[in-house]
């Protein structure tokens, strides 16, 4: 079964939002799932419990930086496989 877990991090306090969501991305791939990076949103799809390391991950890395942010994060119904 395959978990699917749609991504939306919105930086708040930057004047280079986009430079931000890249780093992110960059963070993500380096994960053994797959990424369907979309205009307003990143979908993941893997492994149930890789997908949730990776958003716990995403989380903490932007908590450090002590910016503000919102990240939505949707859980879609799981894939068999």
């Known amino acids: ?23 992110l991305l960059e963070h993500i791939a380096q994960h053994s799932i797959q990424i369907e990076v979309g205009y307003l949103s990143t979908t993941i799809i893997g492994e149930t419990d890789e997908v949730f390391k990776v958003i716990r991950e995403v989380y903490d890395t932007m908590a450090l930086e002590k910016e503000r942010f919102r990240f ?6 799981p894939e068999k496989d």
């Open 72 to 77: 939505h994060v949707e859980l879609l119904s």
């Open 1 to 23: 079964m395959k978990t699917i877990a749609q991504l939306s991090y919105i930086p708040l306090a930057t004047h280079n939002p986009t430079e931000k969501v890249q780093e």
